[in-house]
C-alpha cells in the first residue's frame, strides 16, 4: 500500500478548500456552525475565514440571530469575485461567468465548417477580446478558461485524445490558449460538465451515486458521480454508452459497425426526424442495463432526443425503463427527463471550474 504525505503548506491549502466547497454548499452559516460540523477548531476556522476573506471568496452577510437567541454573524460563498470564460461546443455558445453561475455575457458562436484545433481557439480567443474591451471584468477577477467538447479527454493534461465529432486526435488544448487568454486551461467531457450542471442544483448532490445519460444527435454517452467524483476510467473511456454493439449493420463515425447511437441516428433519419417506439426501446434498454450494473440512486436523461419527446413519451420511457431495472422494489431509484441541456452545461461549466481551482483531494 502507498502512502501521500501533505506538506504542511498542502494540507493548509486542502483545509481552506474543504471549508470553501463547506460553505459554498451549505452557507449562509456561522463560524460556529462549521467548527462544530466539520469538527475543525475554532482557531483553524478563524484563521481559514479570514484567509478566505482576504481573497474575497467569502463575504458577511449580516448578523442574524441563532435559536438561542444569541447574535451570530454570517458568511457565504463570493462567486461573483472570480470569472472564467467559457465554452459549450454542443450549443456552440460563449460565455463570461462567475464561481456562483451567473452569466454575464454570452454569445452563440458559428462555425460554417468543423474547425480545426488552431481555427477553433481563434474563434474563442477573438470572442474573449471583444469581452475584454467591454469592461465586463477587473484583470484580476479573470481565472482562464473552461471548455465542454465531446470526445475522449484527459482533464489533467487539458489534451483532447480524440473526437470523432470534431474529427480531432491529440490536441494539446491548453497549449492553443497558451499565452493568449489568462489564466488556467480546463477542459472536460460535455457529459461530465451537464452532469456537473445537475448535481450542483437542488438536492441531487446528497446523492452518492448519481448518473447523467446523453441522448443526442452528437452522440449517446453515461457521465457518473461516486460519492462527488466524476469517473473517468483508466483510459478516460468512461461512459462510451453510445457504442455498445447491436445486430445491425449500420456503419458508425468510430469505424465499426451496429453501435447504439449509429442506428438510433439511422432510425431517426428514417422515420423523418420523429422519435418512434423502437427508438425508444433501445433508449430503455441501453439505460435500464447501465443501472442494473451501476446500482445508482438518481438517473437524469438529457440531449437533443429528450427534448423531443413528448409528455407522454417522456413517461413512457421513464417507465420503460423501470420496467427494466432488476429488483426495483428494493431500489430506491429516481430518474427523470431534463429538457434544459444548455442551461445545464452553462452551469456545470462554472460548477467545474470552481472544483478545478479549489481541489479537495
Same mark, same amino acid.
Given at each position: 500500500?502507498?502512502?501521500?504525505?501533505?506538506?504542511?503548506?498542502?494540507?493548509?491549502?486542502?483545509?481552506?478548500?474543504?471549508?470553501?466547497?463547506?460553505?459554498?454548499?451549505? !452557507?449562509?452559516?456561522?463560524?460556529?456552525?462549521?467548527?462544530?460540523?466539520?469538527?475543525?477548531?475554532?482557531?483553524?476556522?478563524?484563521?481559514?475565514?479570514?484567509?478566505?476573506?482576504?481573497? &474575497?471568496?467569502?463575504?458577511?452577510?449580516?448578523?442574524?440571530?441563532?435559536?438561542? !437567541?444569541?447574535?451570530?454573524?454570517?458568511?457565504?460563498? &463570493?462567486?461573483?469575485s472570480h470569472k472564467m470564460f467559457a465554452f459549450d461546443w454542443t450549443s456552440r455558445m460563449f460565455y463570461l461567468t462567475n464561481l456562483s453561475g451567473e452569466v454575464l455575457y454570452e454569445k452563440a458562436l458559428s462555425f460554417?465548417?468543423?474547425?480545426?484545433? !488552431?481555427?477553433?481557439?481563434?474563434?474563442?480567443?477573438?470572442?474573449?477580446?471583444?469581452?475584454?474591451?467591454?469592461?465586463?471584468?477587473?484583470?484580476?477577477?479573470?481565472?482562464?478558461?473552461?471548455?465542454?467538447?465531446?470526445g475522449l479527454i484527459n482533464c489533467e493534461t487539458a489534451s483532447l485524445l480524440y473526437s470523432a465529432k470534431l474529427h480531432w486526435? $491529440?490536441?494539446?488544448?491548453?497549449?492553443?490558449?497558451? $499565452?493568449?487568454?489568462? !489564466?488556467?486551461?480546463?477542459?472536460?467531457?460535455?457529459? &461530465?460538465?451537464?452532469?456537473?450542471?445537475?448535481? $450542483?442544483?437542488?438536492?441531487?448532490?446528497?446523492?452518492?451515486?448519481?448518473?447523467?445519460?446523453?441522448?443526442?444527435?452528437?452522440?449517446?454517452?453515461?457521465?457518473?458521480?461516486?460519492?462527488?467524483?466524476?469517473?473517468?476510467?483508466?483510459?478516460?473511456?468512461?461512459?462510451?454508452?453510445?457504442?455498445?454493439?447491436?445486430h445491425s449493420s449500420v456503419p458508425c463515425s468510430c469505424g465499426q459497425h451496429g453501435c447504439l447511437e449509429a442506428v438510433i441516428s439511422d432510425l431517426f433519419e428514417r422515420s423523418g426526424g420523429r422519435i418512434t417506439p423502437e427508438i425508444l426501446d433501445h433508449l430503455a434498454n441501453a439505460v435500464s442495463t447501465t443501472i442494473n450494473i451501476s446500482d445508482v440512486g438518481e438517473a437524469i436523461l438529457v440531449g437533443s432526443y429528450i427534448d423531443?419527446?413528448?409528455r407522454e413519451q417522456s413517461d413512457a420511457l421513464v417507465e420503460r425503463i423501470r420496467g427494466q431495472v432488476t429488483c426495483l422494489q428494493q431500489r430506491n431509484l429516481k430518474i427523470q427527463c431534463a429538457h434544459n441541456s444548455r442551461q445545464l452545461a452553462c452551469a456545470g461549466l462554472s460548477a467545474y471550474a470552481f472544483d478545478r481551482l479549489f481541489p479537495v483531494g
Open positions: 500500500m502507498q502512502y501521500t504525505f501533505l506538506s504542511h503548506m498542502e494540507a493548509a491549502v486542502r483545509n481552506r478548500n474543504n471549508l470553501l466547497h463547506y460553505v459554498k454548499k451549505s !452557507g449562509p452559516i456561522s463560524r460556529t456552525d462549521i467548527w462544530k460540523r466539520m469538527d475543525i477548531s475554532r482557531a483553524s476556522v478563524t484563521q481559514l475565514v479570514q484567509q478566505l476573506q482576504s481573497q &474575497n471568496l467569502i463575504i458577511e452577510t449580516g448578523r442574524s440571530k441563532s435559536g438561542s !437567541g444569541r447574535k451570530q454573524r454570517y458568511i457565504e460563498f &463570493n462567486g461573483a460554417d465548417r468543423l474547425p480545426q484545433p !488552431g481555427e477553433f481557439a481563434d474563434a474563442l480567443v477573438a470572442e474573449a477580446g471583444h469581452v475584454t474591451e467591454m469592461g465586463l471584468y477587473a484583470p484580476e477577477e479573470l481565472q482562464g478558461i473552461v471548455l465542454a467538447l465531446p486526435q $491529440n490536441v494539446d488544448i491548453a497549449q492553443l490558449f497558451c $499565452n493568449r487568454i489568462p !489564466g488556467k486551461v480546463f477542459i472536460e467531457r460535455t457529459g &461530465n460538465i451537464m452532469m456537473l450542471g445537475v448535481y $450542483n442544483s437542488g438536492e441531487s448532490w446528497k446523492e452518492s451515486h448519481f448518473q447523467l445519460f446523453i441522448m443526442d444527435a452528437d452522440g449517446i454517452g453515461v457521465s457518473a458521480i461516486v460519492r462527488g467524483h466524476c469517473q473517468h476510467g483508466m483510459n478516460f473511456m468512461y461512459g462510451e454508452l453510445g457504442h455498445i454493439k447491436l423531443m419527446l413528448t
